[in-house]
């Protein structure tokens, strides 16, 4: 019999999609618009992201410019910006504001890099969790007669090699990041 890992492989790329979301919100010394996708302004009575609010654009290697829809709310932007703590120097000027991603220093790529680390033990635990349901699930039908003995060793084979893969995948997205932070 076969068993459908349709669930597990769907947790494994959610908690993938999440690392990679996670990863892109650390900081590595270059602009990029990506760190802003965390950033929520109170705008109209709402939490917003401040795509939604503005355009965002690269000026240069270490420099954003966001340029807001509606220039009454720039205030709001450079508020959230400033409040959200990501370590960038935030200025207002006539066309919006502008960001400026500041040196990393050592101290504070290590910083980094250990935020890395936790996301990525986190997502170890989401999938060890997915991993715990399934086994939990194999065993479960074996003791209700519905595939054999062998049969669960050989899906619990199966079921490992996905996590392992999933796992694999997210050590090299942690030494990709961690050479981002340090160069």
Known sequence: MAYDFKNLKAKVTE??????????AIRTGRATPMILDTVLVESYGAKMKVANLASVNIEDARSLRITPYDASQIKNIEKAIVQSNLGLSVSVDDRGVRIVFPEL?????????KVAKEKIEEA?????????????????????GKIREDDKFRLKD??????????????????????????
Do not use: C, P
């Open 15 to 24: 908690t993938g999609d999440w690392l990679r979301k996670e990863f892109s």
């Open 105 to 113: 220093t050592a101290d504070r790529r290590e910083a980094y890099i």
């Open 124 to 144: 170890r635990k989401h999938l060890r969790n997915a991993r715990d349901e399934v086994w939990k699930d194999i065993q479960a039908q074996e003791r209700d």
């Open 158 to 183: 199966s079921m490992q090699k996905t996590i392992d893969d999933a796992s694999k995948e997210f050590d090299t997205l942690l030494a990709k990041k961690e050479q981002e932070i340090r160069s």
